[in-house]
């Protein structure tokens, strides 16, 4: 079946770290990946998104990658700020405006 | 970015009793939208997949008698909690399609029966 598998959390950072989230995925076909953050409180929204393989979204300084060879869509910044404190989901879907399949979603906690 | 609503954004009620959540897209039309449940610290779990003008499909494993879903115009759905029990108590979130892949997400209704 298609799901996606997420790191576990809580991750904890000091601010101005570097931040990778794992993320792979199973998929019967040709997926498009997707990166949505949660903020305490409020709704998901989407960070970024790709489409096909090698392509790199990348949306306030996060990127990630779809690497169709190792099934994997890493969530990776730089230099994480306090604000960029949320749950963060990978998610797939396999056709347009279908229905999603979520990661189990990974808390990052920035501290400063 | 386009806006989802929800309504109400917390409940709380008596177990036994019915509650109906809305679910806007407010400057779009959606001929599709989605409903998930989110529990504490887990994913959200797609519960079905709400078509305007036509019945809803049900994930496996969600009773359709208890979650009744009606998706009446392009920019409403909603979500009536039949019966509700504790074990309904849970985070709500529908969202809208975009039309290019990208959905958008209404900020949650939290339910807590009683």
């Known amino acids: 079946g298609n799901s996606v598998t997420q790191m576990e959390g809580p991750v904890t950072l000091s601010e101005e770290a570097f931040l990778t989230i794992n993320c792979t995925y199973t998929?019967?076909?040709?997926?498009?990946l997707f990166w949505y953050v949660q903020y305490p409180g409020e709704g998901l929204q989407l960070l970024l998104k790709a489409t096909k393989a090698d392509d790199k979204g990348s949306n306030k300084g996060f990127e990630a990658t779809y690497r169709k060879e190792t099934t994997s869509f890493h969530l990776e910044k730089g230099s994480v700020q306090v604000s960029d404190s949320a749950v963060y989901f990978c998610?797939?879907?396999?056709?347009?405006?279908?229905?999603?399949?979520f990661g189990q979603g990974t808390e990052l906690s920035v501290k400063p | 970015g386009a806006v989802v609503s929800q309504h109400p954004s917390r409940v709380i009620c008596k177990s036994g009793t019915s509650v109906k959540i809305e679910c806007r897209s407010l400057d779009f039309q959606a001929t599709t939208m989605f409903w998930y449940r989110q529990f504490p610290k887990k994913s959200l779990m797609l519960m079905a997949t709400?078509?305007?003008?036509?019945?809803?499909?049900?994930e496996q494993g969600v009773e359709k008698d208890k979650f009744l879903i009606n998706h009446a115009s392009l920019t409403l759905s909603t979500l009536t909690v039949t019966s509700a029990h504790p074990e309904d108590s849970s985070f709500y979130i529908c969202s809208a399609g975009g039309g290019s892949e990208t959905q958008y997400f209404g900020p949650g209704t939290r339910l807590l029966v009683l």
């Open positions: 709400s078509n305007e003008g036509s019945k809803a499909t049900y």
């Open positions: 998610a797939l879907t396999l056709n347009q405006g279908g229905k999603l399949i």
């Open positions: 998929a019967t076909g040709y997926p498009s």
